[in-house]
């Protein structure tokens, strides 16, 4: 269901930057049309600039593997120290490959490259899954999601970029083992969860279908 809503439907008033790193935070001034037909009392907000991120499930159709990958992350290690996430959280990651989108790049382009840099495989076929927001109440970033074909190695191995400071494992596993997991709450990532989900509900159509066609490169 698409809301009726439109840009016509806001009145932003003030922005201004408070912050600006690799990162920006803005603070916006706005009102907006109320679904009683009113306008709302200006407001404030502040927003995280993080850019724009491209997210791919590897799969190796002719041997059923997921090739997944694990590494730590900072802000789950600031989120495990919280009482409220009760021990659920952990520092070092279990997750798909993803990449934020560049100037002048697109987010199948980054889908492939981060592939190659995170993970040491070659992205073939490719299937646009859809696009998401991560935290709408406070952060401007989208996923763009895609699910693409490749040939899984025959070990996992470390990769990721020394000068980024990657040290990114990377796991190759049956679909099975892997829909355990999500049943047993041990992947966390956001990203990972939609894109494994996703990959749930349709890993019967994707495996035949390119199974029954050749590697495209």
């Known amino acids: 269901m698409k809301t009726l809503m439109t840009e016509r439907d806001i009145d932003l008033l003030e922005r201004e930057t408070r912050y600006e790193g690799i990162f920006r935070v803005e603070r916006w001034r706005l009102r907006h049309r109320r679904f009683d037909g009113d306008w709302s009392p200006p407001f404030d907000r502040e927003i995280f600039q993080r850019g724009h991120a491209a997210a791919i499930v590897l799969y190796d159709a002719d041997r059923d593997l ?93 990769h990721g970029l020394a000068h980024e400071h990657e ?14 997991w999500l049943d047993e709450g041990r992947i966390t990532n956001a990203t990972a969860l939609v894109g494994l989900l996703w990959f749930r509900l349709n890993h019967d159509r994707i495996r035949q279908h390119w199974r029954a066609k050749p590697v495209t490169g």
């Open 66 to 158: 997921l090739v997944l990958i694990e590494q730590f992350r900072i802000g789950a290690l600031a989120a495990a120290e919280a009482p409220e996430t009760e021990g659920d959280i952990e520092p070092w990651m279990i997750e798909i490959v993803a990449g934020i989108i560049d100037d002048g790049e697109t987010a199948a382009i980054v889908a492939r490259r981060e592939s190659e840099e995170e993970a040491g495989v070659t992205v073939t076929d490719l299937e646009m899954v859809g696009r998401f927001v991560l935290s709408p109440g406070v952060c401007s970033e989208t996923i763009a999601l895609y699910c693409g074909r490749v040939v899984a190695p025959d070990v996992g191995g470390i």
């Open 167 to 180: 040290d990114i494992k990377v796991h190759l596993v049956p679909p099975a083992d892997v829909f355990r």
